[in-house]
């Protein structure tokens, strides 16, 4: 079992970069699927990146690629969003989550993942 833990959220003006972290305190994540998924008010939550176990592959929603990258360190304990090129629109909670169950073809799905963190704010000035 892990527990997802976020930081690195804030403000930031449009066009600019924002690294988020996904600590995974317990065992190691590096047999755990990682993704981050956002909600923004009065919206459903959303996927934005996912990476497969040991960092295998990585995933984005088609809102984000080109501008935010996924990506593990060398100790896989700790996942990072690297978000550039931020749009107002990418203001949300962003949320961090886990499963070391979940079959590659549910990586987008948010009900698939057992482990959550609690979130970090990203705001997006225009």
């Known amino acids: 079992q892990v527990q997802p833990v976020e930081s690195g959220g804030g403000l930031v003006q449009a066009g600019g970069s924002l690294r988020l972290s996904c600590a995974a305190s317990?065992?190691?994540?590096?047999?755990?699927?990682v993704a981050w998924f956002r909600q923004a008010p009065g919206k459903e939550r959303e996927f934005v990146a996912a990476?497969?176990?040991?960092?295998?592959?990585?995933y984005l929603a088609d809102s984000v690629k080109g501008r935010f990258t996924t990506s593990r360190d060398n100790a896989k304990t700790t996942v990072y969003l690297q978000m550039n090129s931020l749009k107002p629109e990418d203001t949300a909670v962003y949320y961090c989550?886990?499963?070391?169950?979940?079959?590659?073809?549910?990586?987008?799905?948010?009900?698939?993942?057992?482990?959550w963190g609690q979130g970090t704010q990203v705001t997006v000035s225009s």
């Open positions: 989550a886990a499963s070391s169950t979940i079959k590659l073809s549910s990586i987008r799905s948010q009900g698939s993942y057992a482990y």
């Open positions: 317990g065992r190691t994540s590096s047999n755990y699927a």
């Open positions: 990476l497969w176990r040991n960092g295998a592959n990585s």
